[in-house]
T-cell receptor, first 109, second 114 residues
Framework: GQQLNQSPQSMFIQEGEDVSMNCTSS?????WLWYKQDPGEGPVLLIA?????ELTSNGRLTAQFGITRKDSFLNISASIPSDVGIYFC?????????FGGGTRLMVKP | NAGVTQTPKFQVLKTGQSMTLQCAQD?????MYWYRQDPGMGLRLIYY???????DKGEVPNGYNVSRLNKREFSLRLESAAPSQTSVYFC?????????????FGDGTRLSIL
Protein backbone atom coordinates (compact mmCIF):
# COMPACT_ATOMS: atom_id res chain seq x y z
CA GLY A 1 0.00 0.00 0.00
CA GLN A 2 0.90 3.65 -0.05
CA GLN A 3 3.37 4.80 2.55
CA LEU A 4 3.47 8.09 4.40
CA ASN A 5 6.63 9.09 6.20
CA GLN A 6 5.88 11.46 9.04
CA SER A 7 8.64 13.25 10.90
CA PRO A 8 9.75 13.81 13.48
CA GLN A 9 8.39 10.87 15.44
CA SER A 10 8.51 12.89 18.64
CA MET A 11 9.37 16.37 19.84
CA PHE A 12 10.00 17.77 23.29
CA ILE A 13 9.89 21.54 23.22
CA GLN A 14 9.68 24.52 25.52
CA GLU A 15 6.39 26.37 25.85
CA GLY A 16 6.34 29.30 23.43
CA GLU A 17 8.47 27.63 20.77
CA ASP A 18 7.26 27.04 17.25
CA VAL A 19 6.80 23.48 15.99
CA SER A 20 7.06 22.04 12.51
CA MET A 21 6.27 18.54 11.30
CA ASN A 22 5.80 17.06 7.86
CA CYS A 23 4.65 14.09 5.87
CA THR A 24 6.15 12.87 2.64
CA SER A 25 5.26 10.14 0.21
CA SER A 26 6.32 8.71 -3.11
CA UNK A 27 2.64 8.75 -4.13
CA UNK A 28 0.42 11.62 -5.16
CA UNK A 29 -2.54 12.52 -2.97
CA UNK A 30 -5.70 14.50 -3.70
CA UNK A 31 -6.30 15.60 -0.12
CA TRP A 32 -4.15 16.09 2.94
CA LEU A 33 -5.66 16.14 6.40
CA TRP A 34 -4.07 16.82 9.77
CA TYR A 35 -5.49 15.41 13.00
CA LYS A 36 -4.63 15.72 16.68
CA GLN A 37 -5.12 12.90 19.16
CA ASP A 38 -5.34 13.67 22.87
CA PRO A 39 -4.56 10.88 25.35
CA GLY A 40 -7.42 8.40 25.63
CA GLU A 41 -9.35 9.88 22.74
CA GLY A 42 -9.71 9.46 19.01
CA PRO A 43 -8.08 11.78 16.47
CA VAL A 44 -9.84 15.05 15.78
CA LEU A 45 -9.52 16.97 12.52
CA LEU A 46 -7.41 20.13 12.66
CA ILE A 47 -6.98 21.21 9.05
CA ALA A 48 -8.03 19.87 5.66
CA UNK A 49 -6.18 20.73 2.44
CA UNK A 50 -7.74 20.12 -0.96
CA UNK A 51 -5.50 21.78 -3.56
CA UNK A 52 -1.81 21.59 -4.36
CA UNK A 53 -0.07 24.67 -2.97
CA GLU A 54 -2.92 25.46 -0.60
CA LEU A 55 -1.90 27.14 2.64
CA THR A 56 -4.50 27.08 5.40
CA SER A 57 -4.50 28.39 8.95
CA ASN A 58 -6.55 27.49 11.99
CA GLY A 59 -5.57 29.74 14.88
CA ARG A 60 -1.93 29.05 15.69
CA LEU A 61 -1.83 26.15 13.24
CA THR A 62 -0.80 26.47 9.61
CA ALA A 63 -0.66 23.64 7.11
CA GLN A 64 0.34 23.46 3.46
CA PHE A 65 -0.41 21.04 0.65
CA GLY A 66 2.85 20.56 -1.23
CA ILE A 67 3.06 21.62 -4.87
CA THR A 68 4.11 18.12 -5.93
CA ARG A 69 1.08 16.68 -4.05
CA LYS A 70 3.46 14.27 -2.37
CA ASP A 71 3.98 16.15 0.88
CA SER A 72 2.43 18.38 3.49
CA PHE A 73 3.60 20.21 6.58
CA LEU A 74 1.99 21.44 9.76
CA ASN A 75 3.33 24.33 11.82
CA ILE A 76 2.25 25.29 15.32
CA SER A 77 3.29 28.73 16.49
CA ALA A 78 3.89 29.76 20.10
CA SER A 79 3.19 26.32 21.57
CA ILE A 80 1.22 25.98 24.79
CA PRO A 81 0.89 23.00 27.18
CA SER A 82 -2.48 21.94 25.71
CA ASP A 83 -0.77 21.33 22.35
CA VAL A 84 0.53 18.09 23.84
CA GLY A 85 -0.66 15.06 21.93
CA ILE A 86 -0.04 13.00 18.82
CA TYR A 87 -0.44 14.66 15.43
CA PHE A 88 -1.28 12.58 12.39
CA CYS A 89 -1.29 13.39 8.72
CA UNK A 90 -3.64 11.58 6.37
CA UNK A 91 -3.29 11.45 2.63
CA UNK A 92 -6.25 10.53 0.47
CA UNK A 93 -6.20 9.32 -3.12
CA UNK A 94 -9.46 7.94 -4.45
CA UNK A 95 -10.56 5.24 -2.03
CA UNK A 96 -7.15 4.92 -0.41
CA UNK A 97 -6.76 6.54 2.99
CA UNK A 98 -3.25 6.48 4.42
CA PHE A 99 -2.03 7.78 7.77
CA GLY A 100 1.44 8.81 8.80
CA GLY A 101 3.01 7.21 11.86
CA GLY A 102 2.31 10.25 14.02
CA THR A 103 4.36 12.95 15.74
CA ARG A 104 4.22 12.88 19.51
CA LEU A 105 4.51 16.43 20.85
CA MET A 106 5.50 17.16 24.42
CA VAL A 107 5.56 20.72 25.72
CA LYS A 108 7.54 21.76 28.77
CA PRO A 109 5.94 24.65 30.67
CA ASN B 1 -24.06 15.29 20.24
CA ALA B 2 -22.56 11.79 20.47
CA GLY B 3 -20.88 11.50 17.05
CA VAL B 4 -19.15 8.11 16.88
CA THR B 5 -19.63 5.81 19.88
CA GLN B 6 -17.52 2.73 20.49
CA THR B 7 -18.14 -0.01 23.03
CA PRO B 8 -16.53 -1.33 25.08
CA LYS B 9 -13.79 1.16 25.97
CA PHE B 10 -11.54 -1.53 27.45
CA GLN B 11 -11.40 -5.30 27.16
CA VAL B 12 -9.03 -8.08 28.17
CA LEU B 13 -9.31 -11.41 26.39
CA LYS B 14 -7.55 -14.73 26.53
CA THR B 15 -5.97 -16.14 23.40
CA GLY B 16 -8.59 -17.97 21.35
CA GLN B 17 -11.59 -16.10 22.74
CA SER B 18 -13.95 -14.28 20.41
CA MET B 19 -15.26 -10.77 20.73
CA THR B 20 -17.26 -8.17 18.82
CA LEU B 21 -16.41 -4.47 18.99
CA GLN B 22 -19.39 -2.22 18.45
CA CYS B 23 -19.50 1.14 16.68
CA ALA B 24 -22.43 3.45 16.05
CA GLN B 25 -22.64 6.92 14.52
CA ASP B 26 -25.52 9.36 14.69
CA UNK B 27 -24.41 11.74 11.93
CA UNK B 28 -26.18 9.94 9.07
CA UNK B 29 -22.80 9.18 7.49
CA UNK B 30 -22.62 6.68 4.67
CA UNK B 31 -19.07 5.40 5.12
CA MET B 32 -17.57 3.74 8.17
CA TYR B 33 -14.10 2.41 8.96
CA TRP B 34 -12.22 0.28 11.46
CA TYR B 35 -8.57 1.02 12.26
CA ARG B 36 -6.02 -0.35 14.66
CA GLN B 37 -3.40 1.89 16.23
CA ASP B 38 -0.06 0.51 17.33
CA PRO B 39 2.89 2.55 18.65
CA GLY B 40 4.83 4.27 15.87
CA MET B 41 2.63 2.80 13.13
CA GLY B 42 -0.13 5.33 12.88
CA LEU B 43 -3.60 4.11 12.02
CA ARG B 44 -3.92 1.08 9.81
CA LEU B 45 -7.18 0.34 8.07
CA ILE B 46 -8.67 -3.06 8.85
CA TYR B 47 -11.99 -2.92 6.99
CA TYR B 48 -14.29 -0.26 5.68
CA UNK B 49 -17.85 0.06 4.51
CA UNK B 50 -18.40 2.63 1.80
CA UNK B 51 -22.15 2.40 2.19
CA UNK B 52 -24.80 0.31 3.90
CA UNK B 53 -24.63 -3.24 2.62
CA UNK B 54 -21.02 -3.14 1.43
CA UNK B 55 -17.75 -3.98 3.15
CA ASP B 56 -14.18 -4.12 1.85
CA LYS B 57 -10.81 -5.16 3.16
CA GLY B 58 -8.27 -2.58 4.17
CA GLU B 59 -4.56 -2.89 4.78
CA VAL B 60 -4.65 -5.44 7.65
CA PRO B 61 -7.87 -7.52 7.48
CA ASN B 62 -6.53 -10.93 8.51
CA GLY B 63 -8.07 -12.27 11.70
CA TYR B 64 -11.06 -9.90 11.57
CA ASN B 65 -14.58 -9.84 10.19
CA VAL B 66 -17.02 -6.97 9.97
CA SER B 67 -20.75 -6.43 9.68
CA ARG B 68 -22.49 -3.27 8.51
CA LEU B 69 -25.67 -3.94 10.43
CA ASN B 70 -27.44 -0.81 9.20
CA LYS B 71 -26.46 2.71 8.26
CA ARG B 72 -25.60 3.59 11.86
CA GLU B 73 -23.71 0.52 13.02
CA PHE B 74 -20.50 -1.18 11.93
CA SER B 75 -19.12 -3.98 14.09
CA LEU B 76 -15.70 -5.63 14.13
CA ARG B 77 -15.34 -9.26 15.19
CA LEU B 78 -12.32 -11.21 16.34
CA GLU B 79 -13.21 -14.89 15.97
CA SER B 80 -10.12 -16.29 17.71
CA ALA B 81 -8.11 -13.56 19.41
CA ALA B 82 -4.32 -13.63 19.21
CA PRO B 83 -1.77 -11.63 21.22
CA SER B 84 -0.76 -9.84 18.00
CA GLN B 85 -4.21 -8.28 17.98
CA THR B 86 -3.52 -6.39 21.18
CA SER B 87 -4.05 -2.80 20.08
CA VAL B 88 -6.27 0.24 20.28
CA TYR B 89 -9.13 0.02 17.80
CA PHE B 90 -10.79 3.08 16.34
CA CYS B 91 -14.00 3.35 14.41
CA UNK B 92 -14.53 6.32 12.11
CA UNK B 93 -17.17 7.62 9.74
CA UNK B 94 -17.42 10.06 6.87
CA UNK B 95 -20.29 11.55 4.96
CA UNK B 96 -19.27 9.64 1.86
CA UNK B 97 -16.29 7.52 0.90
CA UNK B 98 -14.82 10.24 -1.28
CA UNK B 99 -11.25 11.18 -0.65
CA UNK B 100 -12.12 14.77 0.24
CA UNK B 101 -14.07 13.88 3.35
CA UNK B 102 -12.45 14.12 6.80
CA UNK B 103 -13.15 11.34 9.23
CA UNK B 104 -14.89 11.50 12.59
CA PHE B 105 -13.39 9.10 15.10
CA GLY B 106 -14.69 7.39 18.19
CA ASP B 107 -12.65 7.37 21.39
CA GLY B 108 -11.27 3.91 20.81
CA THR B 109 -11.43 0.43 22.31
CA ARG B 110 -8.30 -0.70 24.15
CA LEU B 111 -7.99 -4.43 23.66
CA SER B 112 -5.45 -6.64 25.41
CA ILE B 113 -5.07 -10.29 24.55
CA LEU B 114 -3.18 -12.48 26.97
Amino acid sequence: GQQLNQSPQSMFIQEGEDVSMNCTSSSIFNTWLWYKQDPGEGPVLLIALYKAGELTSNGRLTAQFGITRKDSFLNISASIPSDVGIYFCEGNAGNMLTFGGGTRLMVKP
Amino acid sequence: NAGVTQTPKFQVLKTGQSMTLQCAQDMNHNSMYWYRQDPGMGLRLIYYSASEGTTDKGEVPNGYNVSRLNKREFSLRLESAAPSQTSVYFCASTVTGQSTQPQHFGDGTRLSIL
